[in-house]
Protein backbone atom coordinates (compact mmCIF):
# COMPACT_ATOMS: atom_id res chain seq x y z
CA UNK A 1 0.00 0.00 0.00
CA UNK A 2 1.87 3.20 -1.27
CA UNK A 3 2.74 5.70 1.37
CA UNK A 4 0.95 8.14 0.27
CA UNK A 5 -2.65 6.49 0.70
CA UNK A 6 -2.35 4.87 3.91
CA UNK A 7 -4.62 6.29 6.70
CA UNK A 8 -3.86 5.35 10.26
CA UNK A 9 -6.57 5.62 11.87
CA UNK A 10 -7.55 5.76 16.06
CA UNK A 11 -11.23 6.17 15.61
CA UNK A 12 -13.89 7.50 13.80
CA UNK A 13 -18.18 7.91 14.28
CA UNK A 14 -20.73 10.01 14.25
CA UNK A 15 -21.80 12.74 17.05
CA UNK A 16 -22.16 16.52 17.23
CA UNK A 17 -19.13 18.72 17.76
CA UNK A 18 -18.81 19.23 21.37
CA UNK A 19 -16.62 22.22 21.32
CA UNK A 20 -15.81 25.03 19.50
CA UNK A 21 -16.87 27.60 16.63
CA UNK A 22 -19.46 24.57 15.53
CA UNK A 23 -20.51 23.60 18.82
CA UNK A 24 -23.61 21.24 18.15
CA UNK A 25 -23.24 20.76 14.57
CA UNK A 26 -24.12 16.95 13.67
CA UNK A 27 -20.77 15.67 12.06
CA UNK A 28 -18.83 12.48 11.21
CA UNK A 29 -15.39 12.21 13.23
CA UNK A 30 -12.36 10.74 12.03
CA UNK A 31 -9.60 10.46 15.10
CA UNK A 32 -6.20 10.21 12.53
CA UNK A 33 -3.69 8.66 14.81
CA UNK A 34 0.41 9.71 15.71
CA UNK A 35 1.13 13.74 16.75
CA UNK A 36 4.17 15.80 16.53
CA UNK A 37 3.70 16.75 20.44
CA UNK A 38 2.97 14.97 23.49
CA UNK A 39 0.98 17.15 25.82
CA UNK A 40 0.87 16.34 29.31
CA UNK A 41 -3.02 16.89 29.59
CA UNK A 42 -3.81 15.82 26.52
CA UNK A 43 -7.26 13.37 26.37
CA UNK A 44 -6.69 11.28 23.73
CA UNK A 45 -3.40 10.24 24.73
CA UNK A 46 -4.69 6.64 23.01
CA UNK A 47 -4.29 8.43 19.41
CA UNK A 48 -0.08 8.80 19.93
CA UNK A 49 1.09 7.74 23.25
CA UNK A 50 2.11 4.26 22.32
CA UNK A 51 4.69 3.64 25.47
CA UNK A 52 1.22 4.06 27.14
CA UNK A 53 -1.74 2.51 24.80
CA UNK A 54 -0.94 -0.83 21.93
CA UNK A 55 -0.22 0.39 18.71
CA UNK A 56 -1.90 -2.85 17.14
CA UNK A 57 -4.86 -2.39 19.35
CA UNK A 58 -5.83 1.39 18.65
CA UNK A 59 -4.46 2.15 15.31
CA UNK A 60 -6.34 0.67 12.08
CA UNK A 61 -4.63 1.16 8.74
CA UNK A 62 -6.74 1.63 5.76
CA UNK A 63 -6.61 3.81 2.61
CA UNK A 64 -7.05 7.43 1.88
CA UNK A 65 -10.48 5.53 -0.11
CA UNK A 66 -11.48 3.41 1.95
CA UNK A 67 -12.27 6.50 4.23
CA UNK A 68 -13.68 8.37 1.44
CA UNK A 69 -16.63 6.18 1.17
CA UNK A 70 -17.15 5.25 4.96
CA UNK A 71 -17.79 9.03 4.75
CA UNK A 72 -20.00 9.30 1.89
CA UNK A 73 -22.18 6.61 3.54
CA UNK A 74 -22.12 8.26 7.33
CA UNK A 75 -21.18 11.80 7.18
CA UNK A 76 -24.25 14.15 8.10
CA UNK A 77 -23.05 17.09 6.19
CA UNK A 78 -20.11 17.95 7.86
CA UNK A 79 -16.43 16.21 8.77
CA UNK A 80 -14.30 16.78 10.87
CA UNK A 81 -10.50 15.33 10.53
CA UNK A 82 -9.20 15.31 14.38
CA UNK A 83 -6.24 13.61 16.36
CA UNK A 84 -3.34 13.46 17.00
CA UNK A 85 -2.36 15.71 14.39
CA UNK A 86 -3.91 14.81 10.98
CA UNK A 87 -1.41 17.16 9.70
CA UNK A 88 1.03 14.42 10.18
CA UNK A 89 -0.35 12.42 7.51
CA UNK A 90 -1.73 15.42 5.43
CA UNK A 91 -0.42 13.81 1.64
CA UNK A 92 -3.14 10.87 2.36
CA UNK A 93 -5.55 13.51 3.95
CA UNK A 94 -5.67 15.67 0.61
CA UNK A 95 -6.18 12.06 -1.40
CA UNK A 96 -8.72 10.94 0.94
CA UNK A 97 -11.11 14.08 0.67
CA UNK A 98 -10.37 14.24 -2.74
CA UNK A 99 -11.94 11.35 -3.38
CA UNK A 100 -14.69 12.27 -1.04
CA UNK A 101 -15.33 15.03 -3.02
CA UNK A 102 -15.56 13.10 -6.29
CA UNK A 103 -17.98 10.73 -4.73
CA UNK A 104 -20.47 13.18 -3.65
CA UNK A 105 -20.01 14.83 -6.67
CA UNK A 106 -20.77 11.95 -8.64
CA UNK A 107 -24.23 11.63 -6.71
CA UNK A 108 -25.22 14.72 -7.08
CA UNK A 109 -24.79 15.70 -3.80
CA UNK A 110 -23.75 18.57 -1.49
CA UNK A 111 -19.65 18.68 -0.91
CA UNK A 112 -19.59 18.04 3.32
CA UNK A 113 -18.07 20.89 5.25
CA UNK A 114 -14.74 20.54 6.24
CA UNK A 115 -13.41 20.97 9.57
CA UNK A 116 -9.57 20.42 10.60
CA UNK A 117 -8.49 20.49 14.21
CA UNK A 118 -4.43 20.87 14.20
CA UNK A 119 -2.41 22.24 16.53
CA UNK A 120 -1.18 25.00 14.73
CA UNK A 121 2.94 23.60 14.23
CA UNK A 122 2.49 22.16 10.73
CA UNK A 123 2.67 23.80 7.58
CA UNK A 124 -0.50 22.91 5.33
CA UNK A 125 -0.20 21.56 2.10
CA UNK A 126 -1.45 24.32 -0.25
CA UNK A 127 -4.19 21.99 -1.66
CA UNK A 128 -5.31 21.09 1.72
CA UNK A 129 -5.34 24.83 2.79
CA UNK A 130 -8.05 25.61 -0.28
CA UNK A 131 -10.08 23.26 0.25
CA UNK A 132 -10.64 23.57 4.28
CA UNK A 133 -13.79 25.14 5.36
CA UNK A 134 -12.55 25.76 9.08
CA UNK A 135 -9.56 25.74 10.91
CA UNK A 136 -9.65 24.87 14.29
CA UNK A 137 -6.46 25.78 15.53
CA UNK A 138 -5.32 25.31 19.10
CA UNK A 139 -2.03 26.45 20.13
CA UNK A 140 -0.56 24.92 23.04
CA UNK A 141 0.04 26.69 26.46
CA UNK A 142 3.08 26.11 28.84
CA UNK A 143 1.12 23.74 30.54
CA UNK A 144 1.16 21.66 27.93
CA UNK A 145 4.58 20.76 29.14
CA UNK A 146 5.76 21.30 25.81
CA UNK A 147 8.81 23.92 24.85
CA UNK A 148 7.95 27.09 23.57
CA UNK A 149 9.78 26.58 20.02
CA UNK A 150 7.86 23.36 19.59
CA UNK A 151 4.33 24.44 20.33
CA UNK A 152 4.64 27.68 19.14
CA UNK A 153 5.29 27.86 14.94
CA UNK A 154 3.91 31.84 14.63
CA UNK A 155 4.83 31.67 10.59
CA UNK A 156 2.15 28.66 10.33
CA UNK A 157 -0.15 30.00 13.17
CA UNK A 158 -0.13 33.22 10.38
CA UNK A 159 -0.75 30.88 7.41
CA UNK A 160 -4.12 30.07 9.34
CA UNK A 161 -5.41 33.22 10.28
CA UNK A 162 -4.54 34.75 6.60
CA UNK A 163 -7.39 32.38 5.13
CA UNK A 164 -10.10 34.00 7.45
CA UNK A 165 -11.74 30.65 7.67
CA UNK A 166 -9.81 30.12 11.06
CA UNK A 167 -10.75 30.02 14.82
CA UNK A 168 -8.03 30.06 17.23
CA UNK A 169 -8.70 27.86 20.69
CA UNK A 170 -6.59 28.48 23.55
CA UNK A 171 -7.31 25.57 26.47
CA UNK A 172 -6.80 27.13 29.90
CA UNK A 173 -6.15 24.75 33.03
CA UNK A 174 -5.07 27.74 35.47
CA UNK A 175 -4.43 31.19 35.41
CA UNK A 176 -1.12 31.20 34.23
CA UNK A 177 -2.42 29.31 31.18
CA UNK A 178 -5.04 32.69 30.99
CA UNK A 179 -1.84 34.84 30.73
CA UNK A 180 -0.06 33.27 28.14
CA UNK A 181 -2.79 32.81 26.19
CA UNK A 182 -4.23 36.40 26.09
CA UNK A 183 0.24 37.39 25.34
CA UNK A 184 0.06 35.01 22.74
CA UNK A 185 -3.30 36.73 21.07
CA UNK A 186 -1.97 39.92 21.09
CA UNK A 187 2.11 39.26 19.98
CA UNK A 188 0.24 36.92 17.25
CA UNK A 189 -2.32 39.68 16.30
CA UNK A 190 -4.73 36.81 16.11
CA UNK A 191 -8.51 38.38 15.01
CA UNK A 192 -10.12 38.20 18.29
CA UNK A 193 -13.94 37.50 17.01
CA UNK A 194 -12.05 34.35 16.21
CA UNK A 195 -10.53 33.48 19.26
CA UNK A 196 -12.14 30.95 21.78
CA UNK A 197 -11.28 30.27 25.76
CA UNK A 198 -11.92 26.84 26.56
CA UNK A 199 -11.51 24.93 29.94
CA UNK A 200 -8.72 22.30 30.18
CA UNK A 201 -10.63 19.27 31.24
CA UNK A 202 -10.43 15.33 31.10
CA UNK A 203 -13.52 14.74 33.17
CA UNK A 204 -16.97 16.35 34.15
CA UNK A 205 -15.41 17.28 37.36
CA UNK A 206 -12.81 19.13 35.55
CA UNK A 207 -14.92 21.03 33.55
CA UNK A 208 -17.46 21.88 36.23
CA UNK A 209 -14.38 22.93 38.47
CA UNK A 210 -12.67 24.97 35.78
CA UNK A 211 -15.50 26.24 33.31
CA UNK A 212 -16.75 29.44 35.74
CA UNK A 213 -12.99 31.04 35.60
CA UNK A 214 -12.78 30.32 31.99
CA UNK A 215 -15.97 31.78 30.99
CA UNK A 216 -15.05 35.15 33.69
CA UNK A 217 -11.21 35.02 31.38
CA UNK A 218 -13.45 34.81 28.27
CA UNK A 219 -15.48 38.16 29.43
CA UNK A 220 -12.37 39.97 31.04
CA UNK A 221 -11.17 40.25 27.48
CA UNK A 222 -13.80 40.14 25.68
CA UNK A 223 -13.44 37.00 23.79
CA UNK A 224 -15.49 34.09 22.84
CA UNK A 225 -15.96 31.00 25.33
CA UNK A 226 -15.97 27.41 24.76
CA UNK A 227 -17.88 24.82 26.64
CA UNK A 228 -17.18 21.11 26.22
CA UNK A 229 -20.29 19.38 25.71
CA UNK A 230 -19.12 16.18 24.75
CA UNK A 231 -18.37 15.87 28.46
CA UNK A 232 -21.24 16.89 29.45
CA UNK A 233 -23.64 14.06 27.61
CA UNK A 234 -21.35 11.77 27.20
CA UNK A 235 -19.19 12.06 29.69
CA UNK A 236 -15.80 11.86 27.23
CA UNK A 237 -16.75 7.80 26.53
CA UNK A 238 -14.50 7.16 23.34
CA UNK A 239 -16.73 7.38 19.93
CA UNK A 240 -18.76 10.32 21.15
Request: hydrophobic share 45%; with cysteine.
Amino acid sequence: MPASTRLLLSERFVSIQGEGASVGEPAAFVRLARCNLACSWCDTPYSWDFERYSFEEEVETTTALEVAEWLVDNAPGRVIWTGGEPLVQQKALVKAIGALDERRRARGARLDVLEVETNGTVPPLPALLERIDQWNVSPKLQGSGEPEDRRIVAPVLATFAATGRAYFKFVLADEADEREALDWIGRLDLPRERVLLMPAAATLDQLRERSPWVAAAALRARLRFSGRLHLELFGGRRGT
